[in-house]
């Protein structure tokens, strides 16, 4: 039995549906359709031999500490579920939506398997394609670790490698722990306070600053309105040979879209984009960083250099202002500032989220200012040697969350040489999402186009 670090739990904690991981892949006629029973059966040959997925949360009396994972006793089969109102691309689009407000609840099942068996109008997939979405709590993993299981679950052999692991079982109780914890509270919160302060005063000699000084606002956009519970997605699948002659990485690539898209876009509704126009971009933890979390991940921010109209320029700008923010957040000062930060106890956690709440509640209106104006998440998924049932994969897709100020959310996902960009909005607070969609994908050709 494990106990979950606070940046794990926080995700459980959340409530919110978008914060969950995604991975959607579709998969090309290959034969007669696979029935329902063939793959779940093909799930559970590979679900069983993946420790991560025999686990759920079990949540400690009266939230005295953070959460434990125990082992989950379920059959895999039953995280499997069939969609059977989807017959078309556009409305499995609508499923997708409905899955982005509907999260899992990881105190009975920590990760789902949602299946379309015939699915026409599949982009970049000829025929009707089976079309699945592998919906995992981000209490579990980060992005790159669901890129891993979703490899795991539809590789056209089950690993061995993991075969015989499982998590401890259930205590009888966890009423022990909760004492405990309640009567080392005052002593645990003192420490953390000390630790903090040391972690914040030796980060403050190296830089001669505070950590939280990292980012200083910036004029705010039409997308930085809080969001509403409301989401909506849309997934554009790039030809082929888009990026067949690129001279960037998908990553500065799509940030260099993202730039111009938003710049096109506030041009259009008669708005200009502010020169200080930046990116929020999660970025992986180095891996000889101590870090505690499954979740290795860190944000960064990159200047987007709205103000260099020739787009090679811009994106040679991007790429170095990336390289710089990944720099930053290798840097061990600020790494063990945060690892420090978050040895608040539970109670201490949770009553501050309680307070920040009704402190700072959802403001849907575009705020004057914000610490970064636009999110752009680039995951590359691997070759595309997956399949399912003998179907290989032809792409994949991901639905990046949204959050304070992020009304509007990018993803780029790569699986061998094709690359999907994936757009998630809040339709009541960017009623725009359609149309900004269609700009942001002429943006990502022009951008390829000027970097070839």
């Not at 109008?121 to 009707?128: E, L």
């Not at 307070?355 to 070759?383: F, M, Q, W």
Request: glycine share 4%; proline share 9%.
């Amino acid at each position: 039995m494990s106990r979950l670090d606070i940046i794990d739990a926080a995700f459980h904690y959340s409530g919110d549906a978008s914060r969950d991981q995604y991975v959607l892949l579709a998969f090309a006629p290959a034969g007669p359709t696979p029935t329902f029973r063939q793959i779940c059966d093909f799930v559970e040959a590979r679900a069983q031999r993946i420790p991560e997925l025999a686990q759920r949360i079990v949540e400690v009396p009266g939230n005295l500490d953070f959460p434990r994972w125990v082992f989950d006793d379920a059959p895999a089969q039953s995280h499997v579920h069939e969609i059977s109102d989807a017959p078309t691309w556009p409305e499995f689009r609508r499923v997708v939506d409905r899955l982005l407000t509907d999260p899992v609840d990881a105190t009975r099942a920590a990760w789902h398997i949602h299946v379309a068996r015939e699915v026409s109008g599949v982009p970049q997939t000829p025929g009707n394609a089976v079309v699945v979405v592998f919906q995992v709590s981000h209490a579990l993993t980060d992005g790159r670790g669901a890129s891993r299981l979703a490899r795991l679950l539809f590789a056209p052999k089950p690993t061995e490698t993991s075969a015989g692991h499982e998590p401890a079982r259930t205590p009888t109780s966890l009423l022990p722990i909760a004492i405990a914890s309640a009567l080392a509270l005052p002593f645990r919160t003192a420490t953390a306070r000390v630790a903090a302060w040391r972690a914040r005063r030796d980060y403050e000699r190296v830089h001669g600053s505070q950590p939280a000084q990292r980012d200083s606002p910036r004029p705010a956009i039409a997308s930085n309105a809080d969001p509403t519970p409301a989401r909506v997605s849309h997934v554009h699948v790039c030809p082929p040979d888009l990026f067949a002659k690129k001279s960037v990485s998908v990553t500065t690539l799509g940030l260099a879209a993202v730039s111009l898209a938003t710049e096109r876009y506030l041009a259009e509704i008669g708005d200009g984009a502010p020169e200080s126009l930046n990116s929020l971009v999660p970025m992986a933890v180095p891996e000889d960083a101590r870090w505690t979390a499954v979740n290795r991940i860190v944000n960064g921010t990159v200047d987007l250099h709205v103000s260099i109209p020739d787009l090679r320029k811009r994106a040679r700008a991007i790429r170095e202002s990336l390289s710089r923010a990944r720099a930053e957040i290798a840097d061990p000062a600020l790494l063990r500032w945060i690892t420090v930060e978050n040895r608040i106890p539970a109670p201490i956690f949770l009553a501050m989220r309680k307070l920040n709440a009704r402190r700072t509640p959802p403001n849907h209106r575009v705020p004057e200012s914000v610490l970064t104006n636009v999110t752009v998440v680039s995951v590359d998924r691997g070759d595309a040697n997956l399949e399912l049932c003998g179907r290989p994969a032809t792409f994949t897709a991901g639905f990046p969350m949204l959050g304070p100020a992020r009304s509007l959310t990018h993803g780029f996902y790569g699986l061998g040489d094709a690359v999907s960009v994936c757009v998630v909005a809040c339709p009541d607070t960017f009623p725009d999402h359609e149309r900004y969609a269609g700009i942001l994908a002429d943006a990502v050709a022009d951008v390829a186009d000027a970097t070839s």
